[in-house]
C-alpha cells in the first residue's frame, strides 16, 4: 500500500520523468538510429526462413502449375492407352480399344505422367523403412532412456549422432556394393535353400531401398523417442515402483503410455524423412517405376523420379514442369505431416505440464 | 538428471526386485532392446570397417592430389575433393551470418507472439523439406528466375521463345548485312559451288551477331552454394538459438545495468559467450553440407570437367593468380561416387576408386561430425 502511495505520488512522477529525461539524453539520434537499423536487419534475417518456406512454395508450384494448363488433372492418375490386337496370319497389330492403366512412360512418342507407380514406390518404401525404424529407434530410445547407464549413454549417443553424420550417397553405396547381392543370394538359395524365396530375383529393389533408407531414419527416432521419454517425470516412474511394478512393467505400462504423443510425432517425423530420401533410394532400389505387390521388386519414388530425369528433361519442356508438380506434391506431403506432428508435440506439451 | 531421483528409483528398484522376481517376458523384451542397439551400433561399426578396409588399399596421396585419368579409371579425385570443399565454403559465408543473426533476432529481440510461432514453424518445416526439394527449388529460383532474368539485364540474353523471336527480329537486319557482305566477298573472290557456300556460311557466323553465352542462368557452384545455405539454415538457426540461450540472464543484466545498449549487449556480451555453440553449428552445418548430393544434382554438379573451375589469372597488383570461379560448374565426390557406382556399364571394374573416393568422403564428414560432437561435450561440461 505504502509503495503504491509513494509511485503515485507527484513528487516520484516528477523525479521519474527527469530520470528518464537524463538517461535519454546522452544517447544520441545517432545511436538510436542505430540501433534501430541493425534491429531491422536482424528481423529481415529472422523472417528468411519463413520467406524460403514461402518461396519453395511459391515457385514448386509456379513450375507444376504449368504442367495442370498442359495436361489434364485425371492424366495424372491413370493414363490412357491403347490396347492392340497381333494377327499372326497378316502380320499386322491393330488398335481395338483403349484402357485405363497407371504408367509413368516420360520419354516416349506419347508421354504418360501418371503419378501412381511413382507414389506407390514412395510410400511402399517410407512404409516399409517407418517398420524397421520403429522397431529398432523405439528400442533404442527405450534402452537410452530406461536401460543404459549414464557411461553407455554417453558412449551410444555420439555413435548414433555420427550414424546421423554418415552422407546418404555414402549408405547408398555400401547397400548397393555390398548388401545387395548377398542378401538376394541369401534369400534364394545359397545356405538358406531352405528358406527359398522364389520372388526374390533382383537385387536392387524395394526392401532394400528401404533398409538403406532405415539407417538414416533410426538415429532420428531414437534420439527423439529417447527425449520423450526423457521428458516424462520422474515421480511417475518413482511412484509405479513404489506400488511395486518391474521396471520392464513401469516403462511398458507408465513411462510408453505417458510420453506416447512424443514416440508418435518421433515416428511421423522419421516417416516424413523416409518419404523425402533420394540418394539411397535411387542408388537401391532399383528405379523401375511400376507397380507390383511383391516389395522385392524394384520401384522407383517420386525423390528418385525428380532426381534422375531432371537432368534429361528440357527446362521449359512438359516433363520438366510435371516433374515440378511432383515436387510440389511432395513438399506438400511432407508439409501436411509436419503440421501433425507440431499439433501432436502441442498436444503433449500439455500433457507433460499437467 | 540429478542423481537424487536415480538413487530414489534404484532403491525402490531393489524392494520390488526382493519381493517378486521379474517375469520371463519381461527379461526377453528387456534383452531384445539390448539386442536391437547392439544389433544397430554392430551395423554402424561394419559399415565404416567395410568401407576403410576396402578403400584404404587405393587411397594414397596421388588419389587425393591428382585429377582422373583415363576415363576415370587411374588417376585420383583431386577435382571433385575440390569443388566439395569450395561448395561447403561459399555455402558457410552465406548462411553463417544469416542463420546467426536470425537467430540473435528469435532468441534477443521478438518478444513472442505471432512472429515467434511462424518463425518456429518455418524452422520446423525448413528442416522436414526433402533434400531433392531444395534442388528443385534451386533450379527454379536461382537458375530460372534470378539467373535467367539477370542474364537477360546484363548480356540480353532472351528469357523464353517470345523473348528469342524478338531478339532474331532485332538483329536480322545485322544478319543480312553480314550475308550480303559474304555474297560480295563471295563474288569478288569469284568462289563457285561448295567453297562458295562454305564460305558464306563461315563469313555469316563469324560477322552477324551473336548471341551471348549463359553465365548466371546455367548450374554453378555459386548456385550450388546457396540452395545448400537455405538447407543448413536450420542447422544453424537451431544450434545458434540454443547457444544464445544458454548465456545466463545475469550477464546481460549487467551489461545492461553499464549503460550498454541493445545491440552493444549482443554484440559484447551474449555473441561472445554463445562462440563455441555457435561454432558448434556450424561444423555441424558444413558436415551436413558436404554430405548432400540431392540439393546440388539439378544445379551444378558435372561428372568430369578439363580443369578445375577457376578464373583466368587475375591481377592483384604484384602477382597473378587465377582465383575459383563461382560462376562455372564443378566436380563434387557424393556425385562422383554415385555415377561412378550407377551410371557405368561395368561398375565392377572402377569399384576400388568408388571404395576410396567413398573413404575420403567419409572421413572428412564423420571427422566435422566428431569435432563438432567434442567440442558440445566440452563446452557444456564446462
Not at chain 1, 547381392?181 to 529393389?205: C, D, K, M, Q, T
Not at chain 2, 542397439?37 to 578403400?55: D, K, N
Not at chain 2, 553440407?289 to 544445379?299: D, M, N, R, T
Not at chain 2, 589469372?313 to 554415385?338: A, D, T
Request: hydrophobic residues 55%; contains cysteine.
Amino acid at each position: 500500500m505504502a509503495a503504491r502511495g509513494l509511485r503515485e505520488s507527484a513528487e516520484f512522477r516528477a523525479t521519474s520523468a527527469a530520470l528518464r529525461a537524463r538517461l535519454r539524453r546522452p544517447v544520441s539520434l545517432f545511436f538510436r538510429l542505430k540501433e534501430r537499423v541493425i534491429e531491422w536487419f536482424l528481423l529481415a534475417c529472422g523472417m528468411l526462413s519463413a520467406i524460403a518456406v514461402a518461396l519453395i512454395f511459391f515457385f514448386l508450384f509456379k513450375e507444376g502449375i504449368v504442367a495442370l494448363r498442359m495436361v489434364p488433372l485425371s492424366q495424372f492418375i491413370s493414363t490412357l492407352s491403347d490396347v492392340t490386337k497381333y494377327d499372326p496370319v497378316e502380320d499386322v497389330t491393330t488398335v481395338v480399344g483403349q484402357q485405363r492403366d497407371f504408367i509413368w512412360q516420360p520419354v516416349s512418342e506419347t508421354p504418360k505422367f501418371s503419378v501412381v507407380p511413382l507414389m506407390w514406390g514412395s510410400f511402399g518404401i517410407a512404409l516399409i523403412s517407418a517398420f524397421i525404424s520403429t522397431l529398432c529407434g523405439v528400442g533404442i530410445g527405450i534402452y537410452l532412456s530406461e536401460i543404459a547407464t549414464r557411461r553407455t549413454r554417453d558412449i551410444i549417443k555420439p555413435m548414433l549422432e555420427v550414424l546421423v553424420g554418415i552422407p546418404t550417397v555414402v549408405i547408398g553405396f555400401f547397400m548397393l556394393a555390398v548388401i545387395a547381392e548377398p542378401i538376394r543370394a541369401l534369400a534364394s538359395g545359397g545356405v538358406f535353400s531352405w528358406l527359398h524365396i522364389p520372388f526374390y530375383n533382383r537385387s536392387l529393389n524395394m526392401f532394400v531401398g528401404a533398409l538403406g533408407v532405415s539407417f538414416v531414419i533410426i538415429p532420428v527416432i531414437a534420439s527423439l523417442v529417447d527425449d520423450a521419454l526423457r521428458a516424462v517425470p520422474n515421480d511417475l516412474r518413482a511412484a509405479s515402483l513404489a506400488v511395486g511394478a518391474t521396471r520392464w512393467q513401469t516403462t511398458w505400462r507408465v513411462t510408453l503410455p505417458a510420453a506416447v504423443s512424443g514416440v508418435f510425432a518421433a515416428l511421423i517425423l522419421g516417416f516424413g524423412r523416409a518419404l523425402g530420401e533420394t540418394m539411397i533410394v535411387m542408388m537401391c532400389a532399383g528405379n523401375a517405376p511400376v507397380i507390383h505387390l511383391n516389395p522385392f521388386e524394384p520401384v522407383r519414388t517420386m525423390t528418385a523420379s525428380i532426381a534422375s530425369e531432371m537432368g534429361a528433361a528440357q527446362y521449359g519442356g512438359l516433363h520438366a514442369h510435371v516433374l515440378f508438380l511432383v515436387g510440389a506434391l511432395l513438399v506438400t506431403m511432407t508439409f501436411l505431416l509436419n503440421v501433425v506432428v507440431e499439433i501432436v508435440i502441442n498436444k503433449y506439451r500439455k500433457r507433460i505440464r499437467l | 538428471m540429478s542423481a537424487a531421483p536415480h538413487q530414489f528409483l534404484g532403491r525402490a528398484r531393489e524392494a520390488v526386485k526382493s519381493r517378486s522376481r521379474a517375469p520371463l517376458w519381461a527379461l526377453l523384451f528387456e534383452s531384445i532392446v539390448r539386442g536391437i542397439t547392439g544389433v544397430v551400433l554392430v551395423a554402424l561399426l561394419y559399415i565404416v570397417m567395410t568401407i576403410v578396409w576396402h578403400g584404404a588399399p587405393r587411397l594414397d596421396w596421388e588419389f587425393i592430389s591428382q585429377a582422373p585419368r583415363n576415363a576415370m579409371m587411374e588417376g585420383g579425385v583431386f577435382p571433385a575433393i575440390f569443388g566439395t570443399v569450395f561448395v561447403v565454403l561459399f555455402m558457410i559465408v552465406m548462411a553463417l551470418p544469416l542463420g546467426v543473426f536470425g537467430a540473435v533476432y528469435m532468441v534477443e529481440y521478438a518478444k513472442g507472439g505471432t512472429f515467434s510461432r511462424i518463425t518456429r514453424a518455418a524452422v520446423n518445416n525448413l528442416a522436414g523439406v526433402p533434400s531433392i526439394v531444395f534442388g528443385l527449388f534451386g533450379l527454379g529460383f536461382f537458375i530460372l528466375f534470378i539467373g535467367k532474368n539477370l542474364d537477360h539485364y546484363a548480356f540480353d540474353i532472351p528469357r523464353n521463345e517470345a523473348e528469342a523471336k524478338v531478339w532474331e527480329q532485332r538483329v536480322a537486319p545485322q544478319v543480312k548485312a553480314a550475308r550480303d557482305e559474304a555474297v560480295r566477298l563471295a563474288d569478288e573472290k569469284s568462289l563457285h559451288g561448295g567453297d562458295r557456300g562454305a564460305f558464306i556460311r563461315d563469313y555469316v557466323s563469324g560477322h552477324a551477331p551473336v548471341m551471348h553465352k549463359k553465365v548466371f542462368g546455367q548450374g554453378a557452384m555459386f548456385w550450388a552454394a546457396a540452395t545448400l545455405a537455405i538447407l543448413v539454415l536450420p542447422v544453424i538457426i537451431v544450434s545458434t538459438e540454443e547457444a544464445l540461450r544458454s548465456v545466463p540472464r545475469s550477464m546481460r543484466e549487467a551489461a545492461y545495468g553499464l549503460g550498454a545498449t541493445k545491440w552493444q549487449v549482443v554484440s559484447t556480451v551474449v555473441l561472445p559467450q554463445a562462440r563455441t555453440g555457435i561454432l558448434t553449428g556450424a561444423i555441424l552445418a558444413v558436415a551436413r553440407g558436404a554430405g548432400e548430393l540431392a540439393p546440388i544434382l539439378l544445379v551444378g554438379v558435372a561428372f568430369s570437367m578439363p580443369g578445375l573451375p577457376l578464373t583466368e589469372p587475375v591481377n592483384f597488383g604484384f602477382f597473378k593468380m587465377p582465383v575459383v570461379n563461382p560462376f562455372s560448374e564443378f566436380m563434387h565426390l557424393n556425385y562422383h561416387i554415385y555415377t561412378m557406382a550407377t551410371q557405368q556399364t561395368n561398375p565392377e571394374l572402377s569399384r576400388p576408386i568408388q571404395f576410396a573416393t567413398t573413404l575420403v568422403l567419409l572421413m572428412i564428414t564423420l571427422a566435422m561430425n566428431l569435432g563438432a560432437i567434442l567440442l558440445r561435450r566440452h563446452y557444456s561440461r564446462k
